[in-house]
């Protein structure tokens, strides 16, 4: 063997072998591009660099929570206290309660002096003065 033809026998060593890495590194990226593509949700429309989604409707046809966002909804942060009040972030008055995540169902907040456990949908009515508090994850009041 003369040195062209081992130099032709790595060269071709070396485009298998980054054909072989790019197989596997395009196979990982297509995966992880199926599964975002997978999470997107339908319908939102974006206002002012924030996502709000149309489909309104807090538990679907088969029961299960459906997580969504609308303009006048209201985050509470986990952990950040936030004060009931005409002027505030939070305005007096009745409030369904929505859990942030899908695996969340359940979630506590601090009303007052108290925690308490409540459910996704479930119904509140913040007085003016009274301070509320996502205790263990964060939660959209609508």
């Known amino acids: 063997m003369d040195i062209y033809q081992i130099f032709c026998i790595i060269l071709l060593g070396i485009c298998l072998l980054l054909g072989i890495v790019f197989g596997f590194v395009n196979r990982k990226y297509s995966k992880l591009l199926k599964s975002m593509s997978e999470r997107e949700v339908d319908q939102v429309n974006i206002k002012k660099g924030v996502r709000y989604t149309e489909d309104q409707t807090v538990v679907d046809e088969d029961g299960n929570m459906n997580i969504s966002f609308g303009q ?4 509470l942060q986990q952990n950040i206290t936030e004060v009931v009040g005409p002027k505030n972030k939070v305005k007096p008055g009745k409030y369904t309660l929505l859990s942030s995540k899908d695996e969340d169902e359940k979630f506590n907040l601090r009303v007052g002096a108290y925690v308490k456990e409540y459910k996704h949908n479930q119904k509140i009515v ?11 994850c964060t939660v959209i009041l609508r």
């Open 72 to 75: 006048s909804d209201v985050v």
């Open 126 to 136: 913040l007085a003016e003065g009274q301070e509320i508090t996502a205790v263990n």
